[in-house]
């Protein structure tokens, strides 16, 4: 089946404390790119990759980073993660070129800084 | 990319057809209508998309206007689980971005 996996689904963590939110997609997508979602704000993109090592900053790119160093995996690394940083985070792919296709999401991983 | 302008929430009795509009009055001629929906805290889910012909797929018909300015996303025969938050997304694609910008959407609500 064609999707798009977040690990974990859920999250409880401490300021400060180094963490990874793993996303993988099996339909050989060159573009990946990770999404945050709170109240009132509703979804903003953090980082996208146009392909393997092609990463660029989103909107509210600040606490993250990125990698992509195979096409199948884009992970979400929170270096020092802070309370602000709490909220429900979706990862999507699609294939180029994009204007042709949607975006395949994951389910979410909902993230809780204490 | 043009702004869109969405109903905040709409009700459809279950099995009629649902009509979702949107406005995108701003809407350039090299820019798309998508749609996607949410359900509950899901990730979104691809809909359809246009970019000046009418458009139908297997869960959605879209029906964009002329002058493009609007358009209408159409469940023919809406159910439960149809209840979702719609949003229209208008995008252009090419160049280094291909971000999309989420509104506030519609919350429609399926009625038995």
């Known amino acids: 089946e064609a999707q798009v996996t977040q690990n974990p689904r859920y999250l409880i963590t401490v300021t400060g404390k180094k963490l990874t939110v793993t996303c993988s997609q099996n339909?050989?997508?060159?573009?990946m790119s990770w999404y945050r979602q709170d109240p009132g704000l509703g979804l903003r993109q953090i980082y996208y990759s146009m392909n393997v090592e092609v990463t660029d900053k989103g909107d509210v790119p600040e606490g993250y980073k990125v990698s992509r160093k195979e096409k199948r995996n884009f992970p979400l690394i929170l270096e020092s993660p802070s309370p602000n940083q709490t909220s429900l985070y979706f990862c999507?792919?699609?294939?180029?070129?994009?204007?042709?296709?949607?975006?395949?999401f994951g389910s979410g991983t909902r993230l809780t800084v204490v | 990319d043009a702004k869109t302008t969405q109903p905040p929430s709409m009700d459809c009795a279950e099995g009629r057809a649902a009509n979702l509009p949107c406005n995108h009055s701003?809407?350039?001629?090299?820019?798309?209508v998508y749609w996607y929906r949410q359900i509950h805290s899901q990730g979104p889910q691809y809909i359809i998309h246009g970019l000046k012909n009418n458009e139908t797929n297997e869960m959605a018909s879209l029906i964009i206007t002329e002058d493009r300015k609007s358009s209408t996303l159409i469940l023919p025969h809406a159910t439960l689980r149809d209840t979702a938050v719609y949003y229209c997304?208008?995008?252009?694609?090419?160049?280094?971005?291909?971000?999309?910008?989420f509104g506030t959407g519609t919350l429609l609500a399926v009625q038995p």
């Open positions: 997304i208008v995008i252009k694609y090419g160049g280094a971005t291909n971000k999309l910008i």
């Open positions: 339909m050989n997508h060159e573009y």
């Open positions: 999507a792919s699609s294939p180029p070129p994009a204007r042709y296709y949607g975006y395949t």
């Open positions: 701003t809407i350039s001629g090299n820019e798309y």
